[in-house]
């Protein structure tokens, strides 16, 4: 018998209240003046001109995936709009006391953080064409973004899974590279919002792990036909008004500088199935036997789609960016 989505979700509501810890309470957490120069201070100036020198050490290729970042960050209003177009998961008033809604706030109210924080940064490294890069944002916004669930909410809370393991790493590895090359205020300002995307991981983890156990052959069919579709970036549709295929240009510098790459992709659909224990899931239906089968190999092609596509995209010739005043990366 299938189960509906929306009243499994609906039936977890106590699981998800009792992982709400998993947000932090307001005045524990941090905040963009925590770690930006504070402009009430004396030494405000000084401040502001050691960020400068420290960022004038971070190269454009890192620049160029901190920006794409930052704008993906920024586009958040889509991410709320989508999780609130999931039945079973939504904010029904907008201010609801339902344990979903609860977290979708306080998730969404976290995650606000992080395109202010990155974007402050953007600002005062005195490196970015912050016109073009305002302008990639609002057409991000404007554009969209369909990440392809048909607003099936296990299919939902699978990509939040996927994307929040992406995020982490992608700014993790920011992170690494900014201290490396001694900016270490965009090596904490990256390290601050990882730590945010880790605990969101963990939870979305553990909602669909949840959902895992009280209807497996669904979630595992959900799985499939999500990984099937591959997983759309959530910043695929941003526009700086100048190149054609903007993103593609950013995905390719994030490949080439080993920040989000082909097996990173594949290192996450790995971890999920192990998380979510696929390969020991019984008593499935037949179609989701054959849903658990694919996705047990799936990794593996990816792994070998990566070592052919990472010799291709090395030979990629650069390309020019209008957020960093048309230089070539
Ligand atoms: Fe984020
Ligand atoms: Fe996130």
Not at 159 to 169: C, G, H, L, N
């Amino acid at each position: 018998m299938m189960r509906k989505h929306d009243d499994v979700v609906k039936g977890i509501e106590g699981f998800v209240e009792e992982n709400l810890y998993l947000l932090k309470e307001v005045p524990e957490g941090w905040q963009p003046s925590d770690i930006l120069p504070d402009m009430v201070a004396e030494g405000w100036r000084e401040e502001i001109q050691q960020m400068r020198n420290q960022a004038r050490g971070v190269p454009d290729e890192v620049l160029i995936v901190l920006i794409g970042n930052t704008v993906t960050e920024e586009a958040l209003p889509s991410y709320q709009t989508m999780v609130n177009r999931h039945p079973g998961v939504g904010d029904d008033t907008g201010a609801s006391d339902n344990p979903w809604a609860r977290w979708t706030r306080g998730w969404t109210a976290e995650e606000n953080r992080h395109g202010e924080i990155l974007s402050r940064y953007l600002y005062l490294s005195g490196r970015v064409d912050m016109r073009a890069f305002e302008i990639t944002t609002q057409h991000l916004i404007c554009n969209g973004f369909d990440p392809k669930t048909g607003n099936d909410p296990y299919k939902g809370l699978i990509y939040t899974s996927f994307q929040e393991r992406a995020t982490k790493i992608s700014h993790g590895n920011t992170a690494r590279l900014a201290n490396e090359n001694g900016d270490p205020t965009l090596g904490k300002i990256c390290a601050l919002v990882t730590g945010d995307e880790s605990r969101h991981e963990e939870a979305y983890k553990r909602f669909v792990g949840k959902i895992f156990e009280e209807d497996p052959s669904g979630a595992v069919l959900a799985f499939a036909q999500m990984m099937k579709n591959t997983v759309t970036m959530p910043a695929r549709r941003m526009a700086d008004g100048q190149a054609t295929d903007l993103y593609g240009q950013f995905a390719v510098v994030a490949q080439r500088i080993g920040v989000y790459t082909i097996r990173d992709y594949a290192e996450i659909i790995d971890h999920l199935i192990d998380y979510w224990k696929i390969a020991g899931l019984s008593g499935l239906t037949g179609d989701a036997a054959k849903a658990q089968d694919y996705l047990g190999g799936l990794a593996q092609r990816y792994r070998g789609l990566a070592d052919r596509a990472e010799e291709s995209l090395l030979k990629q010739s650069k390309t020019p960016f209008r957020w960093i005043f048309n230089r070539s990366v």
